[in-house]
Antibody, heavy 119, light 107 residues
Framework: QIQLVQSGPELKKPGESVKISCKAS????????MHWVKQAPGKGLKWMGW????????TYADDFKGRFVFSLEASASTANLQISNLKNEDTATYFC????????????WGQGVMVTVSS | DVQMTQSPSNLAASPGESVSINCKAS??????LAWYQQKPGKANKLLIY???TLQSGTPSRFSGSGSGTDFTLTIRNLEPEDFGLYYC?????????FGSGTKLEIK
């Protein structure tokens, strides 16, 4: 069955960096785009962007340009999200989500990774 | 960006009842509206896409309707496992945007 398994929770200080992984299984990794979605505590879902898993080309939503990097380890069917120079407002759960029949559709989701930024 | 306005924010109903959740887009998104369910400890679940197409595995008591700017998710004959958070999302154009969510609780 199709699964997206994300790495564990992270506790970081402001200014540090974090890298979150999303390992896919049950399908051909390069056949579908991978999206990233942010959910701040008690808030709704916000699309961060996506990465073309065939070419490796990332696309970032405007609010996530600069400190956010999407990358791949295609041989390991893994997508990564790295956030640098962490700020308190980066405290959130970060989800990876695989596209579906339309690339803007989130057909399968990871379980989410809670990143806490606190001094 | 397309703003998605979802209502109501909270909804309380009893098992067996029917409920509707509304989603309004700030401009036409044709039919490209999806609905998701979020529950603690479970992966988010795609229920419906393209306005009314049920994702494989979505029970038939769920239905979606609408096009253009106004959409509705209807759940008939509520089951205990249906309680949770529901989000709409437009998948018509960048950036993909979500509604603010509806919390469906047991009355």
């Amino acid at each position: 069955q199709i699964q997206l398994v994300q790495s564990g929770p992270e506790l970081k200080k402001p200014g540090e960096s974090v890298k979150i992984s999303c390992k896919a299984s049950g399908y051909t990794f390069t056949d579908y785009a991978m999206h990233w979605v942010k959910q701040a505590p008690g808030k709704g879902l916000k699309w961060m962007g996506w990465i073309n898993t065939y070419t490796g080309k990332p696309t970032y939503a405007d609010d996530f340009k600069g400190r956010f990097v999407f990358s791949l380890e295609a041989s390991a069917s893994t997508a990564n999200l790295q956030i640098s120079n962490l700020k308190n407002e980066d405290t959130a759960t970060y989800f990876c989500a695989r596209s579906g029949v339309y690339y803007g559709l989130f057909e399968y989701w990871g379980q989410g990774v809670m990143v806490t930024v606190s001094s | 960006d397309v703003q998605m306005t979802q209502s109501p924010s909270n909804l309380a109903a009893s098992p067996g009842e029917s409920v509707s959740i509304n989603c309004k887009a700030s401009k036409s998104i044709s039919k490209y509206l999806a609905w998701y369910q979020q529950k603690p400890g479970k992966a988010n679940k795609l229920l419906i896409y393209s306005g009314s197409t049920l994702q494989s595995g979505t029970p038939s008591r769920f239905s979606g309707s609408g096009s253009g700017t106004d959409f509705t998710l209807t759940i008939r004959n509520l089951e205990p496992e249906d309680f949770g958070l529901y989000y709409c999302q437009q998948h018509n154009e960048y950036p993909f945007t979500f509604g603010s969510g509806t919390k469906l609780e047991i009355k």
